[in-house]
C-alpha cells in the first residue's frame, strides 16, 4: 500500500479564481484524498474538471510523436471538458478580471490565465511540472457502460458536443485490454470485495463492442442503471 502510494499524483496546493461560480478559491493543504462539499451549482463539477484538464496535460505533453506545445494541450483539453465554443465561456460572467489557475505538484508548478473574450488559445501560461507516464480518468456521475459505443461515436466520428471528456476518456480507457503490471495488492483487494458484493463481474464483449454482466454462466447485458449508496 505504502509503494503504491508514493507513486501516484499528488497535488498540493491550488487556487484558482474566476471560473463560473467560483470567484476566488485557496487550497495549500491537499493530501490524498480530498473531499469537497457545497451546494448544487456552486462549482464543484467546475473545480474538478480545471483540475482534471490540468492533470491530463502533464500527461500527453510530450507523449509519443505529439509535438503540440502544453498550452495548446491545455486548450483543446478544456474545451472538450467544459463543452464551450469558446474558452472565456468558463469565465466568471460578472466583472471583468481573467480566469487564473494555479496548482502545485511535489515542488512544481502550473499556471495559466485567460480572460472572457479569449476564444481558443492561452498565451499567458507556465509549467515546471514534469510529464507524468499516467493515464488519469475521471469517473462521471452518469454510468457509462451502458453508453460506451455511443460516447466513442459522438466524439470519433461525429466530433460533436455531447459528452465531454471526462467520458470520452474513460471509455477508451475502458477498451485497453488489461496488461500485465504490478498487481498492487490493494487493487486485488478491492477487486475481490468488487466481486463478493455485486457477485459477478463486468466483461467487454469485443465482438459486439458492448458491456455485460456475468455471473456464473449467466450473461446479461447492461442497460442503464442507478446505483443508491
Given at each position: 500500500?505504502g509503494?503504491f502510494?508514493?507513486?501516484?499524483?499528488?497535488?498540493?496546493?491550488?487556487?484558482?479564481?474566476?471560473?463560473?461560480?467560483?470567484?476566488?478559491?485557496?487550497?495549500?493543504?491537499?493530501?490524498?484524498?480530498?473531499?469537497?462539499?457545497?451546494?448544487?451549482?456552486?462549482?464543484?463539477?467546475?473545480?474538478l474538471?480545471?483540475?482534471?484538464?490540468?492533470?491530463?496535460?502533464?500527461?500527453?505533453?510530450?507523449?509519443?510523436?505529439?509535438?503540440?506545445?502544453a498550452?495548446?494541450?491545455?486548450?483543446?483539453?478544456?474545451?472538450?471538458?467544459?463543452?464551450?465554443?469558446?474558452?472565456?465561456?468558463?469565465?466568471?460572467?460578472?466583472?471583468?478580471?481573467?480566469?487564473?489557475?494555479?496548482?502545485?505538484?511535489d515542488?512544481?508548478?502550473m499556471?495559466?490565465?485567460?480572460?472572457?473574450?479569449?476564444?481558443?488559445a492561452?498565451k499567458?501560461?507556465?509549467?515546471?511540472?514534469?510529464?507524468?507516464?499516467?493515464?488519469?480518468?475521471?469517473?462521471?456521475?452518469?454510468?457509462v457502460?451502458?453508453?460506451?459505443?455511443?460516447?466513442?461515436?459522438?466524439?470519433?466520428?461525429?466530433?460533436?458536443?455531447?459528452?465531454?471528456?471526462?467520458?470520452?476518456?474513460?471509455?477508451?480507457?475502458?477498451?485497453?485490454?488489461?496488461?500485465?503490471?504490478?498487481?498492487?495488492?490493494?487493487?486485488?483487494?478491492?477487486?475481490?470485495?468488487?466481486?463478493?458484493?455485486?457477485?459477478?463481474?463486468?466483461?467487454?464483449?469485443?465482438?459486439?463492442?458492448k458491456?455485460?454482466?456475468?455471473?456464473?454462466?449467466?450473461?446479461?447485458?447492461?442497460?442503464?442503471?442507478?446505483?443508491?449508496?
Amino acid at each position: 500500500m505504502g509503494e503504491f502510494m508514493a507513486d501516484r499524483i499528488i497535488i498540493n496546493s491550488i487556487e484558482i479564481e474566476n471560473l463560473g461560480r467560483i470567484k476566488k478559491l485557496s487550497c495549500n493543504s491537499l493530501s490524498g484524498i480530498n473531499l469537497i462539499i457545497g451546494e448544487n451549482g456552486s462549482g464543484k463539477t467546475f473545480l474538478l474538471k480545471a483540475l482534471y484538464s490540468a492533470i491530463r496535460t502533464t500527461e500527453e505533453y510530450k507523449r509519443g510523436d505529439d509535438i503540440r506545445n502544453a498550452n495548446d494541450i491545455l486548450a483543446e483539453k478544456l474545451r472538450w471538458t467544459f463543452q464551450t465554443d469558446k474558452l472565456g465561456d468558463i469565465v466568471t460572467k460578472s466583472g471583468t478580471s481573467p480566469y487564473i489557475f494555479k496548482m502545485n505538484i511535489d515542488s512544481n508548478s502550473m499556471g495559466y490565465r485567460f480572460s472572457r473574450d479569449t476564444t481558443s488559445a492561452i498565451k499567458i501560461f507556465y509549467n515546471s511540472i514534469s510529464r507524468k507516464e499516467y493515464n488519469s480518468v475521471f469517473v462521471p456521475a452518469k454510468e457509462v457502460l451502458s453508453l460506451y459505443s455511443i460516447i466513442l461515436k459522438s466524439r470519433e466520428i461525429d466530433h460533436s458536443f455531447g459528452f465531454d471528456d471526462t467520458y470520452y476518456d474513460l471509455t477508451k480507457a475502458l477498451r485497453i485490454a488489461p496488461k500485465r503490471i504490478k498487481n498492487f495488492a490493494v487493487f486485488t483487494e478491492s477487486r475481490t470485495k468488487l466481486k463478493d458484493i455485486v457477485d459477478g463481474k463486468v466483461e467487454l464483449d469485443e465482438s459486439t463492442n458492448k458491456w455485460y454482466y456475468k455471473s456464473g454462466k449467466s450473461k446479461y447485458t447492461i442497460v442503464y442503471c442507478i446505483v443508491h449508496i
